[in-house]
């Protein structure tokens, strides 16, 4: 082909932002469109047509595995690209059996996205290292298959809450108030409002929806 059509999909706007910046100097890449959680992605990709998605996992609306999943189920040709910070051999399985053409971690360099990009969009597969790494423990273990699901794990929180932290966020999740909260807990209301704060603030949501959806998502109630 000669150009690359892309479209991202991450509901973090600076990293957008940054993505953009590392392609828009690279011949034959154009990012035509963006979207901010999932619904809108595959809104943007029915309306553009793109050869390729970069696609977030944690979004709101709908995973990016989810997106991923829907693009294959509709046997649409565009090819999709994982681009994520978490490296759980969960989430990777969980991309692969979703149909996605590639895997590749937030902190992996400009030449390596580069690489990982064209790859994906001329039809070959492309996942990291470490991601490499997985698939072949799968295969070792006898899982020759991948989108076999592996073994249920426990869920890890993956945003390191405090004692405190998890009673606010249940408390919370019952709508209760920082005055009911503050009471219930034997704090101050000031110390429940900073608690609250500091919650979302580390589940990156900014309301009660996103942190009822990011909460169930992983396992935190």
Not at 14 to 33: N, T, Y
Not at 118 to 141: H, L, Q, R
Not at 142 to 153: F, L, M, R, S, Y
């Amino acid at each position: 082909m000669d150009k690359i059509n892309v479209v991202l999909a991450d509901d973090h706007i600076l990293v957008r932002d940054g993505i953009k910046a590392l392609l828009e100097d690279q011949k034959g890449i154009d990012v035509i469109d963006e979207a901010s959680n999932g619904k809108e992605a595959l809104e943007v990709i029915s309306k553009n047509k793109p050869h390729v998605l970069i696609v977030d996992i944690r979004m709101p609306e709908m995973t990016g595995i989810e997106v991923v999943g829907e693009i294959n189920k509709s046997g649409s040709d565009v090819k999709t690209l994982v681009l994520s910070m978490h490296d759980s051999e969960e989430y990777v399985v969980q991309a692969i059996q979703a149909g996605a053409d590639g895997y590749l971690l937030k902190g992996a360099s400009k030449e390596e996205f580069i690489k990982a990009l064209n790859k994906v969009a001329s039809g070959g597969k492309y996942f990291t290292g470490d991601i490499s790494a997985i698939i072949m423990n799968n295969f070792v273990n006898g899982n020759t298959n991948v989108a076999v699901a592996p073994k249920p794990a426990p869920k890890v929180d993956p945003f390191n809450l405090t004692k405190r932290e998890k009673q606010i966020l249940d408390l919370v999740l019952e709508l209760k108030n920082n005055k009911d909260i503050a009471d219930e807990l034997k704090i101050s209301k000031r110390t429940a409002e900073v608690h609250r704060f500091n919650l979302m603030k580390k589940l990156e949501v900014s309301n009660l929806k996103e942190l009822t959806d990011k909460a169930k998502e992983f396992g935190l109630v």
